[in-house]
T-cell receptor, first 113, second 113 residues
Framework: SAVISQKPSRDICQRGTSLTIQCQVD?????MFWYRQQPGQSLTLIATANQGSEATYESGFVIDKFPISRPNLTFSTLTVSNMSPEDSSIYLCSVELGGHEQYFGPGTRLTVT | GQQVMQIPQYQHVQEGEDFTTYCNSS?????IQWYKQRPGGHPVFLIQ?????EVKKQKRLTFQFGEAKKNSSLHITATQTTDVGTYFC?????????????FGQGTILTVHP
C-alpha cells in the first residue's frame, strides 16, 4: 500500500484567486492522478501526472486552468487557477501501485466564494 | 471513453439485510475494480477482478465478474452499520488496460440499525 498526504485539507478561497494543492507519497511511484469529486457525485479524472513528462489532461480540463507539476517520483501539485464557485469541490490525488490498484489521498475540500 | 453504468444510486437497508450493487458496460472490460468511500472519507480500494466469471470473497463481501466481462456485482451479506458508505466500480478509461480509471456513479448505502 501507499501513504498519501495532501495539503491543504480544506480551504475557502475568493473567486479569481488560485490555490495550489500538494500531494506527497511515501514511496516512489510512476503514475499519479488528480481527480475532482463534486458534492454527492462520483470521481472525475482531471489529469495523469508522470514524472519527467507533461501532464495529460482529460476532456474538459485544460492546463491553463489546472496546471500540474510532477518534479519527482513522490510529489505532485495541482493548481486551481482563477477560481469560480463552480470549482468548489473535493480534489483528490491518487497513485497506482504494482497491482494496478489506486490509493487515494485524503482529499482537499475547496470552497470558492 | 469507457463508460460504466452503476445501479442503484441509493440503497437503504435494515441492519442484517443483504445489499447488492451492479455495474454494466457496453463493451468488454479488461478488468474492473471496486472502491468504498465512507462519508467524509476518500475512496479505498477493495478488489480487482480480471478473469471471466471470477468470484472473489472478502468476509461478507462477494464480488463477481460476468462471463462476458461486461458486468460486475458487489454483494454484502447481512449488512452492518460499518458498511455505510458509497461503493464505486471503476474501469480502465480510454481503452487502456490499466492506469486511468473511469468511475461508476456510485451506490450510496445507508444501513438503519
Amino acid at each position: 500500500s501507499a501513504v498519501i498526504s495532501q495539503k491543504p485539507s480544506r480551504d475557502i478561497c475568493q473567486r479569481g484567486t488560485s490555490l495550489t494543492i500538494q500531494c506527497q507519497v511515501d514511496s516512489q511511484v510512476t503514475m499519479m492522478f488528480w481527480y475532482r469529486q463534486q458534492p454527492g457525485q462520483s470521481l472525475t479524472l482531471i489529469a495523469t501526472a508522470n514524472q519527467g513528462s507533461e501532464a495529460t489532461y482529460e476532456s474538459g480540463f485544460v492546463i491553463d486552468k489546472f496546471p500540474i507539476s510532477r518534479p519527482n517520483l513522490t510529489f505532485s501539485t495541482l493548481t486551481v487557477s482563477n477560481m469560480s464557485p463552480e470549482d468548489s469541490s473535493i480534489y483528490l490525488c491518487s497513485v497506482e501501485l504494482g497491482g494496478h490498484e489506486q490509493y487515494f489521498g485524503p482529499g482537499t475540500r475547496l470552497t470558492v466564494t | 471513453g469507457q463508460q460504466v453504468m452503476q445501479i442503484p444510486q441509493y440503497q437503504h437497508v435494515q441492519e442484517g439485510e443483504d445489499f447488492t450493487t451492479y455495474c454494466n458496460s457496453s463493451t468488454t472490460l479488461s478488468n474492473i475494480q471496486w472502491y468504498k468511500q465512507r462519508p467524509g472519507g476518500h475512496p479505498v480500494f477493495l478488489i480487482q477482478l480480471v478473469k471471466s466469471g471470477e468470484v472473489k470473497k472478502q468476509k461478507r463481501l462477494t464480488f463477481q465478474f460476468g462471463e462476458a466481462k461486461k458486468n460486475s456485482s458487489l454483494h454484502i451479506t447481512a449488512t452492518q452499520t460499518t458498511d455505510v458508505g458509497t461503493y464505486f466500480c471503476a474501469v480502465p478509461a480510454g481503452g487502456t488496460s490499466y492506469g486511468k480509471l473511469t468511475f461508476g456513479q456510485g451506490t450510496i448505502l445507508t444501513v438503519h440499525p
